[in-house]
């Protein structure tokens, strides 16, 4: 069993930045690809970002490819999400989620994923 907890979520104004993080619980972090999704409410779950066991290999959608980067600590079980450049549309609901099936380079799907966090606001002012 993984528990995830998220932090550094809030209010920023566009152009902004802000890094996420999310602390897993037990002593498998290293086992587990990472993903970073987002939601707005009354739409889809999408895809952000993903990274591979050792943080070799990552993952990220072309909407924040150029903004956001996905990295991992496993001496601290934390994997981040650094958000620059932030944009109105960037306004979600983040979770982290940690799977077990494609550590190598995790996964863009979200029912890969095994193990999911309770979520952080970001919201950007324009």
């Known amino acids: 069993q993984v528990q995830l907890i998220e932090s550094g979520g809030g209010l920023v104004q566009a152009g902004g930045s802000l890094r996420l993080s999310c602390v897993a619980s037990?002593?498998?972090?290293?086992?587990?690809?990472m993903g970073w999704f987002r939601q707005v409410p009354g739409k889809e779950r999408k895809f952000v970002a993903a990274?591979?066991?050792?943080?070799?290999?990552?993952l990220r959608a072309d909407s924040v490819k150029d903004r956001f980067t996905i990295s991992r600590d496993n001496a601290k079980n934390t994997v981040y999400l650094q958000m620059n450049s932030l944009k109105p549309e960037d306004t979600a609901v983040y979770y982290c989620a940690a799977t077990i099936r494609r550590p190598g380079i995790g996964s863009a799907m979200d029912n890969e994923y095994d193990y999911w966090g309770q979520g952080t606001q970001v919201t950007v002012s324009s």
């Open positions: 037990g002593h498998t972090f290293s086992r587990y690809a």
């Open positions: 990274i591979s066991w050792s943080g070799g290999n990552t």
